[in-house]
């Protein structure tokens, strides 16, 4: 599946400018409307549609999903939507600016009940702190729901940040557009809960990821030391790195290193480059594979240099 030949297509990770000029992207200065997970993409060309002064950015994890949305977008021949196959939570924290966004919507999230994947809930007392920092004043977050406790956590991690006020709480809404899910629970017979808040106060967070490409210079490198980081794992605070594997080119002084790391829950898997250069060696992330610039991928590329220099 190649998501890239798409012109509404988004390569986030490319971007040297952070948080992203929206602006630019789209040509105008009109208020952006964000919804996370948006599935079957029926609810984000329609919003599209109906309000095409406005612009639109989807967030999804699944592939299948994004390329079904972007056949759908050309399609429609809809100019004011563009989607990512991204984690949702992350990209709104790290590429938008404070008071940017007018809407973010998120319709029937997995509401991961189990304890042990309770870190994935949107419900986290962090996901409301970006919704507090990137919504502009009066910006309205709204979810829709199945789950009746998920809404009324949602409500509780809101108003933790005591930058929303509750516009409402309304069980079986009258929604003019309902989305795949929503026609599904409906007709299994469950209750629908929409929550739908105001931004009142700014909430000040801190961003991860920069522009930054981490590279570190090395007289020489010890091989030996060098086969010997696959399979080892480093960690500091929120930051997990392990290495999985490292292959050598046929001149032998080209490496790379596949490696994955975690920033607290957000995962990622990447090549970082040794390469000859000059009288020395150069380490770096390698191009094939654009990691966002967190710090445990910095991190990564500095903490190799460190084991493999002689
Ligand atoms: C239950 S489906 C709902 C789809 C659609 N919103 C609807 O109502 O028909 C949840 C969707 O969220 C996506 N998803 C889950 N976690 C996500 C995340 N962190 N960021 C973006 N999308 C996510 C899933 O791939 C899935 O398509």
């Known amino acids: 599946m190649n998501v890239s030949k798409y ?15 929206w602006d630019e992207i789209f040509g105008n ?41 972007l056949r759908r977008l050309e399609e429609l021949a809809l100019s004011n939507v563009r989607v990512a196959r991204a984690d949702g939570r ?17 319709n029937f999230p997995c509401p991961w009940p189990k ?17 507090a920092a990137v919504l502009e004043q009066e910006g309205v977050f709204e979810l829709a729901t199945d789950v009746e406790w998920f809404a009324r956590e949602m409500i509780d ?28 629970w409906l007709a299994q017979g469950r209750e629908i809960y929409l929550l739908r808040a105001k931004k009142i106060r700014n909430f000040a967070i801190e961003r991860t990821v920069t522009g930054e490409l981490p590279h570190a210079k090395l007289k020489r490198v010890n091989t030996d030391k060098l086969f010997k980081i696959k399979g080892q794992i480093w960690q500091e605070d929120e930051k997990v790195v392990v290495i999985k594997d490292v292959y050598q080119n046929l001149d032998l002084d080209n490496w790379l290193v596949l490696t ?6 957000f995962q990622q898997h990447y090549y970082i480059l040794i390469t000859r250069k000059d009288d020395g060696f ?21 903490r190799i240099a460190e084991e493999i220099s002689v």
């Open 157 to 184: 991690a809101l108003n933790e940040t005591l930058s929303f006020s509750l516009i409402e709480f309304t069980v079986n809404p009258d929604r003019p557009l309902k989305t795949r899910y929503e026609r599904k």
């Open 29 to 69: 200065h009109r208020k952006i409307t964000v919804e996370i997970g948006f599935g079957s993409g029926e609810y984000l060309c329609a919003l599209a549609q109906m309000f095409p002064d406005k612009n639109f950015v989807g967030f999804e994890t699944s592939l299948t999903s994004v390329e079904k949305t």
């Open 7 to 21: 012109k509404r297509y988004l390569h986030l990770q490319s971007f040297e400018k952070i948080p992203i000029p």
């Open 260 to 265: 994955y790391s975690s920033d607290g829950d």
């Open 90 to 106: 992350f990209v709104l924290r790290e590429l938008f600016d404070d008071n940017s966004v007018e809407r973010v919507v998120v």
């Open 282 to 302: 150069l380490v770096k992330l390698d191009s094939t594979t654009v990691p966002f610039r967190t710090p445990a991928v910095k991190w990564s590329v500095y």
């Open 115 to 131: 304890k042990r994947h309770s870190k994935r809930r949107l419900t986290r007392e962090d996901f409301a702190e970006t919704l």
